[in-house]
């Protein structure tokens, strides 16, 4: 069978009285990558509604019949619910796939039981109903996006192994303090793991006898010496004597007050599991679609763009794009968003990132550091910065064609979602930019957007914002491509490195997936970002 060149669509059946967590239930399906069908989202005014959830159903891959007390109290006597299953026992029976998937505690219909469900409620039951999509998928020849989520479990030996090497190093510098810490976020991580604690003892009791030797060197250093002068005859052994005592008191008081910054530090659950993420309840504006799940930045969500040949450049706009060009690439993982504030403010109380280079954004004075813009992308970041943070996750920064691919496709699409350009896809500077063609539309942002903004802007893959909100480092030097023109650009070969995306204050055109910037690596923006990638294992 020939690939179908279109994404996995799902008739979302329900009652009435469970809108609300259906709703919601769609919404993540949408930014999972699926063609969900849902009457509250798809029926316009004056539609045949009857004639619509027919089509609906007929069209559908998967039919989910979303079940509760209340769907089985009443739901069934729904007209349209019996229409939707009816319309769905009509199709042959090769391709009949139906999934009933219970909301709570509940029982499965009689008509129904010859096929199994799924309890979303449970907390692997989101991850199991994405099994048997792909599954569905894959059998029909349907396009469905590999989400990938890293477990707690991996997410933190991986941390774990990458800290240790860390504090390996700054041991064999004889940094004791800042190993120290590496080990403190080691035991904030996991405070089972095998000999922590005796290190802990060992760098502090390392830690405070260094700081008593500088102290003892700097006194002794400074102008009018009061030991000299006052005690000349004082044998070296006795000062000796006289700072191990001082040690040994400094290190009980400093043990005792660190022991109760342990326990304080410990007190704050760890999240066990990544995939009981809670389904968002709200109804939300139809062009600006953010999540409040992402909050957390413990997710670490990635998308598997496949191996194969894509068209990257273009000879539309400028010289520095083309020539259109064939690539080969390997399969690669992808970040669906934006790195966030919150995730990048993981690396820089672990130690290993820099903090931006302001906490304001253009027109938030507080941004970095205020919760309330925890799931927007972090902005005033270098190149080195981007580059760190990726490494310190396992990851690393996009090749620059990675990255277009990822906006493009196979097809070489000049935006995410087509060739035609939709202002309601993206965020963009609309209403002062000159060169966009319909000054009166606003998107409702003069700034920067939460990553998981815009799910009908996402490109073939299902990946978020690669068009719009903020630039994004790319890990590649800025030059030529091969067959292009050396002297499209002045500073090609100079060292800068390549910024791809468009953002929140530059135009439609600046949008384009094949449309290059070229920063200096210790350049900074209120529109610059970045997300990562990595090699498939």
């Given at each position: 069978m020939s690939e179908i060149k279109r994404p996995l669509k799902v008739f979302l059946c329900h009652a009435h009285a469970d809108r609300d967590p259906v709703h919601a239930f769609f919404i993540r399906l949408v930014k999972d990558g699926v063609d969900a069908w849902l009457d509250k989202e798809k029926l316009l005014p004056g539609q045949e509604w009857e004639l619509e959830i027919r089509k609906a159903v007929r069209e559908a891959d998967v039919v989910v019949v979303c079940l509760s007390k209340q769907f089985n109290e009443a739901g069934f006597r729904q007209k349209e619910v019996r229409l939707a299953l009816d319309t769905a026992m009509e199709k042959p029976e090769g391709e009949i796939f139906i999934i009933p998937a219970r909301l709570e505690e509940c029982d499965n219909l009689e008509s129904l039981k010859k096929w199994h469900w799924v309890d979303l409620f449970e907390e692997d039951g989101y991850a199991k109903f994405l099994r048997a999509l792909r599954i569905r998928g894959d059998r029909i020849g349907a396009i469905t996006y590999s989400l990938i989520r890293f477990d707690a479990k991996a997410e933190k030996e991986r941390k774990i192994k990458f800290l240790l090497e860390q504090a390996g190093k700054l041991e064999e510098d004889a940094k004791w303090a800042d190993a120290l810490e590496i080990q403190r976020q080691i035991?904030?991580?996991?405070?089972?793991?095998?000999?922590?604690?005796?290190?802990?003892?060992?760098?502090?009791?390392?830690?405070?006898?260094?700081?008593?030797?500088?102290?003892?060197?700097?006194?002794?250093?400074?102008?009018?010496?009061?030991?000299?002068?006052?005690?000349?005859?004082?044998?070296?052994?006795?000062?000796?004597?006289?700072?191990?005592?001082?040690?040994?008191?400094?290190?009980?008081?400093?043990?005792?007050?660190?022991?109760?910054?342990?326990?304080?530090?410990?007190?704050?659950?760890?999240?066990?599991?990544?995939?009981?993420?809670?389904?968002?309840?709200?109804?939300?504006?139809?062009?600006?679609?953010?999540?409040?799940?992402?909050?957390?930045?413990?997710?670490?969500?990635?998308?598997?763009?496949?191996?194969?040949?894509?068209?990257?450049?273009?000879?539309?706009?400028?010289?520095?794009?083309?020539?259109?060009?064939?690539?080969?690439?390997?399969?690669?993982?992808?970040?669906?968003?934006?790195?966030?504030?919150?995730?990048?403010?993981?690396?820089?109380?672990?130690?290993?990132?820099?903090?931006?280079?302001?906490?304001?954004?253009?027109?938030?004075?507080?941004?970095?550091?205020?919760?309330?813009?925890?799931?927007?992308?972090?902005?005033?970041?270098?190149?080195?910065?981007?580059?760190?943070y990726c490494e310190w996750r396992g990851k690393r920064l996009p090749t620059e064609a990675e990255w277009e691919k990822a906006a493009r496709g196979q097809e070489g699409l000049i935006y995410p979602w087509g060739n035609e350009f939709d202002g309601s896809r993206l965020n963009f500077c609309d209403v002062n930019c000159l060169n966009f063609p319909n000054t009166d539309y606003d998107d409702g942002y003069n700034d920067t957007a939460p990553v998981d903004a815009y799910p009908q802007g996402v490109s073939v893959y299902g990946i978020y914002n690669l068009a719009g909100n903020v630039r994004e480092w790319v890990a590649d030097e800025y030059n030529v491509y091969p067959g292009g023109n050396p002297a499209a650009a002045s500073d090609f070969g100079l060292g800068l490195r390549v910024v791809r995306g468009g953002s929140w204050n530059e135009n439609y055109i600046d949008a384009q997936s094949f449309h290059r910037f070229a920063y200096a690596p210790d350049a900074v923006g209120d529109n610059t970002g970045f997300r990562c990638a990595m090699n498939v294992p």
């Open positions: 035991k904030k991580i996991n405070s089972s793991t095998p000999g922590v604690d005796g290190k802990i003892s060992e760098l502090q009791r390392k830690t405070q006898a260094n700081e008593l030797t500088v102290n003892i060197q700097r006194t002794a250093g400074k102008k009018g010496n009061s030991t000299k002068k006052s005690f000349p005859w004082l044998p070296v052994a006795a000062v000796g004597t006289f700072a191990f005592c001082c040690l040994m008191s400094v290190i009980g008081a400093g043990w005792y007050s660190q022991s109760i910054g342990f326990t304080d530090a410990l007190s704050t659950p760890i999240n066990e599991s990544i995939d009981n993420l809670p389904i968002e309840t709200t109804a939300l504006p139809p062009a600006v679609q953010p999540s409040a799940s992402l909050d957390t930045a413990t997710i670490d969500e990635m998308i598997l763009v496949p191996a194969g040949e894509f068209t990257m450049g273009s000879d539309l706009k400028s010289p520095v794009e083309a020539p259109p060009h064939t690539v080969p690439l390997d399969a690669f993982y992808m970040d669906i968003y934006e790195t966030t504030t919150s995730q990048y403010q993981e690396c820089v109380t672990a130690g290993f990132c820099a903090r931006p280079w302001t906490d304001a954004s253009a027109t938030r004075s507080s941004y970095f550091s205020n919760s309330e813009f925890a799931a927007y992308p972090v902005i005033h970041v270098d190149w080195n910065m981007a580059n760190t």
